[in-house]
């Protein structure tokens, strides 16, 4: 299997290269040349690691079965909290919750970013010159800890992550600045996330960072959710998730499920769509957005728009003007290398891009879009609660109150698996607005004590640890600081 850059730019590049790599020469993204076909049969009878060897086998074609193994075993044996990584909890006949939050940092990151540093380090021996890998990760939350907690300790490797000062949860901050392990180093920066995302795009590019670290011999790569390396692990749970409906005798071989994921940058739902093309007996997929509404536009309408205002929300992990994945699915619905070139030239120009007719005609065949406001997670979080006894992040309440739209709208009975994308004691603040509306405190502990109460449901060991661990990384960059802060920290 060979990979071609969604722009043109490049073609027959190994998975190896691709996922060293991270982006294309061009800016464009890596897609595989063609989609390979999933032979189902046998795959009902397996554990999650025996499903993810042999989604991962027909895309990874340079690794070794050996390889595979090994990176699988270690990615998800013992470092969940459940008794698979990606359990499906029904709510009713129709609908089943997919979680995918029992990982060391209680948020769906993990699913990929426990298996990429694996992939990465045989990657550097495969493509590599013999290189030290430095990662560098701007992130809004989540993306910044399951990397950090992913790359810990990984041999050849050091990660730094930088945070906006005001724009992460106090949790979420917790967990980056007590960070363990001997090859990590967490900032905040003075400014959003756009002003940390845009000094790591600054470094990634200059020649002249890349000349110095050359020197030292290390080359940079990135976590980030453009990376295939985070794309084709994802793929693995849906097609977890259906063997698992097949097991449980809630569907029959072969019957058509719907998928619901609540998104911001599109690797997870693009994910979905990679499952649907290998043969996954997928019939519609949902997608789901909080009050930045700019997906469920595109898809109603087919023109990206990005000028708009952005919004601060309670699920900020979907927060995004810029999907970036969306690039791909646009590629492998039959826009051409030019066509999706000149559409992303129209997005950093002016902001905007309208699709082809036929293209928005496919787009409507597969997707159905739709969002909610806040007020409307709120809602959405305490209805889920009141009628199933199940408690659900604001990101998971915004995917299943969509769903339920869809429903509605459609008349679709198909049996439905929501995503559920992170545990709700990440987000205990914005929960406890549906189910406690007088309760009030700053503590993140005190918090989340309060809904484990109420609830019932015990608070993740990862995050009631975060308590006892010292601050490691309590440090702040100015926006131009970036480079010195890694300079710093490099031997
Ligand atoms: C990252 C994230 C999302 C959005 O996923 P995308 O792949 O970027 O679309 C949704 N929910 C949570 C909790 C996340 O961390």
New binding site residues.
């Given amino acids: 299997m060979l990979y071609e850059s969604s722009r043109g730019g490049v073609a027959g590049v190994s998975s190896a290269e691709a996922i060293l790599r991270g982006i294309a020469p061009d800016g464009g993204l890596f897609v595989p040349q063609s989609v390979p076909e999933l032979d189902l049969t046998g795959l009902v009878g397996c554990d999650y690691t025996q499903t993810a060897k042999a989604v991962l086998r027909l895309y990874l074609t340079d690794y070794t079965e050996d390889e595979l193994d090994k990176c699988v075993q270690s990615a998800y044996n013992g470092r969940f909290d459940s008794h698979t990584p990606a359990p499906l909890t029904p709510l009713s006949d129709r609908l089943h919750i997919l979680e995918l ?1 029992h990982g060391p940092t209680n ?3 993990d699913m990929a970013l426990q298996l990429l540093p694996h992939l990465m380090s045989l990657a550097e021996k495969k493509a590599g010159n013999g290189s030290d890998i430095l990662i560098l990760t701007a992130t809004s ?3 910044g800890k ?1 990397a950090l907690e992913g790359f810990r300790d990984v041999p050849g490797v050091k990660i730094a992550v930088f945070y906006p000062k005001g724009g992460v949860s106090p949790m979420q901050k917790r967990q980056m600045t007590t960070q363990e392990g001997g090859n990590v180093a967490v900032s905040a920066v003075e400014g959003n996330f756009d002003d940390a995302q845009t000094g790591v795009k600054r470094i990634f590019t200059s020649p002249a960072f890349a000349e110095a670290l050359k020197k030292r011999g290390w080359v940079c790569s990135s976590a980030n ?1 453009i990376n295939w390396g985070r794309l084709v692990p ?1 793929i693995v749970y849906y097609v977890f998730a259906y063997t698992s409906l097949v097991r449980q005798g809630r569907i029959k071989q072969g019957q058509k499920v719907n998928f619901a ?11 979905a769509w990679y499952a649907r093309e290998m043969g996954l007996p997928i019939n519609r997929i949902v997608c789901a957005s909080n009050r930045n509404r700019i997906l469920t536009d595109f898809l109603r309408t087919g023109v990206y728009d990005r000028n708009r205002e952005f919004f601060t929300t309670h ?1 900020p ?2 927060d ?1 003007l810029i ?1 970036s ?1 969306l690039e791909r699915l646009l590629y492998e619905l039959g826009g051409s290398s030019e066509k999706v070139r000149g559409w992303m030239e129209g997005l950093s120009e002016t902001g905007r891009y309208g699709v082809d007719s036929a293209l928005k005609s496919r787009l409507d065949s597969l997707f159905w879009a739709g969002c909610c406001d806040d007020s409307e997670t709120v809602d959405s979080i305490k209805d889920v609660y009141e009628r199933f006894g199940y408690l659900s ?1 604001p ?2 309440a915004v995917g299943v109150k969509v769903c339920e739209d869809y429903a509605r709208a459609s008349g679709d009975k198909t049996v439905t698996v929501a995503v559920s ?2 545990s709700p004691f ?1 987000f205990a603040k914005a929960v406890l607005l549906a189910l406690d509306p007088a309760f009030s405190s700053d503590d993140d502990f005190l918090t989340c004590e309060r809904l484990s109460r109420i609830s019932g449901n015990a608070i993740p060991a990862p995050l009631a640890e975060l308590k006892e661990k010292p601050v490691r990384f309590a440090g702040c960059v100015s926006k131009d600081g970036l480079w010195e802060f890694i300079e710093g920290f490099l031997p």
């Fill in positions: 939050f948020a769906f990151k939350g989540d993306t399951a959710s994802q994921v609540p998104t911001g940058n599109f690797g997870n739902i693009l994910a699920s992990s979907m995004i999907s994945n992040d990101h998971t994308t992170a990440k």
